[in-house]
């Protein structure tokens, strides 16, 4: 069936560290996928998406690009701020729209 | 848009006892989803709702969970006969439906610990 693998965490950055969090998928046909954050104490919102095959997704300096070919949807990010620490699910999207998470990254970012 | 609201925040409840969560969607959306999230993992996709009908279940969900949309406004998820292991954080969603590649908008959960 279709699953999601993220790499484990937590990661541990120093503020205005590049950040890198992983994910790469299985699944049939061509699905959706995202990136969903949750912040402490919040619930889950959408970070950013991408539809298609060499699509990048992009929102508040986050950026994703979807890969057909590797199968990977890694999340990136230039410069991470304290505000950034949060726990990061990849997903996708199958074809009766329900989305399928990963088990998550939490990021701490230290000033 | 005030958002998913979900009832109650948390439940605390003793082994064999039944429950029964509360989602509001956002108005007019007609998809709304039901997921559990237990501590370190992703939420896991127990079924979902497009307006009143119920159309697909999770192999997780058990004869012992029941979920309903009636009239195709809130939802609630019953557990009867609560074990140790229903134990979980359950999130609802919801989204106008129109695609797969639609937002979904999640409530806080309600935080299930049963004793």
């Known amino acids: 069936g279709n699953s999601v693998t993220q790499m484990e965490g937590p990661v541990t950055l120093s503020e205005e560290a590049f950040l890198t969090i992983n994910c790469t998928y299985t699944?049939?046909?061509?699905?959706?996928l995202f990136w969903y954050v949750q912040y402490p104490g919040e619930g889950l919102q959408l970070l950013l998406k991408?539809?298609?095959?060499?699509d990048k997704g992009s929102n508040k300096g986050f950026e994703a690009t979807y890969r057909k070919e590797t199968t990977s949807f890694h999340l990136e990010k230039g410069s991470v701020q304290v505000s950034d620490s949060a726990v990061y699910f990849c997903a996708l999207s199958d074809s009766s729209y329900k989305l399928i998470f990963g088990s998550g990254t939490r990021l701490l970012v230290r000033p | 848009d005030t958002g998913v609201s979900q009832d109650p925040r948390h439940k605390i409840t003793k082994r064999g006892q039944n429950v029964t969560f509360r989602c509001d969607p956002i108005s007019e959306h007609n998809r709304l989803y039901w997921y559990r999230q237990t501590l370190g993992q992703g939420p896991e996709f127990l079924t979902y709702f497009q307006n009143e009908a119920q159309l697909e279940k999770s192999r997780l969900l058990s004869d012992r969970f029941s979920a309903e949309r009636p009239k195709g406004s809130f939802s609630t998820l019953e557990i009867q006969r609560t074990e140790q292991g229903d134990s979980a954080m359950y999130l609802c969603a919801s989204s106008l439906g129109t695609n797969r590649n639609e937002k979904l908008f999640f409530g806080s959960g309600t935080q299930l610990s049963v004793l």
């Open positions: 991408a539809t298609k095959a060499d």
């Open positions: 699944a049939t046909g061509y699905p959706s």
